[in-house]
């Protein structure tokens, strides 16, 4: 009898480990199946957030208002650098002609670097880097608590076409301009006439950063004088007035408004590249 009791106590000691071994698989296993599903529905969660977000880029980098669209997508360039480092914030205010308001456009430059970027007044959340070295352009933006990136080709036709030269060499003429100005620096200015239209430019070198500002007028063959003139090529645009004799009434001026030392950094590894 004291046998048959320890041979029950026995067997229930045994199968207690084995019930309770089997209940802990039984668990590991629901818990596991259901973060599988949870892991699906966030992946479709995501999958549908990254296409939103996707269309709502898309359609923030086709504004008119966007100097530099007519990009078209592609995926992450391989060679693009780590990061994206700007020391300098410059603004620019537009009048056109044709319209009744002006326009501001917010760039950061580099004093070490040729890229430079910018945000749209209509989109100033999305900041795009422009990066002729690598012939791309790359947006930023932050949606939801997370940070997106799209990157497009470097509109490689408009540049062409702005750096066009008209007839010969001789048929852009410049002529110097009396010293002016601008936010407590000194410019050059420049007359630079051409059978198409006639400009205005005044440059400054005080500052350790370059940028003329010449891909803001599409379709002029006028960058032949900003790549062969060395004092406009290697300065900073303070102000420009763009007339096309063709059509008086088209009419542009770009002005420096503000220029500050503003530290600016995008590195590309925090970034979900869609």
Known sequence: MKLLKY???????VILPVESSNAQIWKKIKNTTKQKVENRVADKVSEKLADAILGKMSKKFELDSNPYRGGTKISKPENLPEEYSFDWKYQMKITNGNSSEDMNLNYWLSSENSYIAYSNPESPEMISVVDAENQAIVSYTEEEGKSFAMS???????????????????????????DKEFLGYT????????????????????????????????????????????????????YMKF??????????EMECVSIQKDKLVKKNSEYNFL
Do not use: H, R, W
């Open 187 to 238: 410019a050059k200015g420049y007359e630079i006439d051409t059978p198409e239209s006639t400009m205005i430019i005044y440059v400054t070198s005080d500052i350790d950063v370059n940028f003329t500002g010449n891909a803001a007028i599409p379709g002029q063959s006028i960058a032949y004088v900003f790549s062969n003139t060395s004092e406009i090529k290697d300065s900073l645009t303070m």
């Open 243 to 252: 007339v096309d004799k063709s059509d008086p009434d088209n009419t542009m």
């Open 7 to 13: 041979s029950a106590v026995f067997t229930f000691l």
């Open 152 to 178: 497009y080709s470097y509109p490689i036709n408009s540049v062409a076409e702005n750096n066009g030269v008209v007839g010969t060499n001789d048929a852009v003429n410049v002529t110097e301009l009396p």
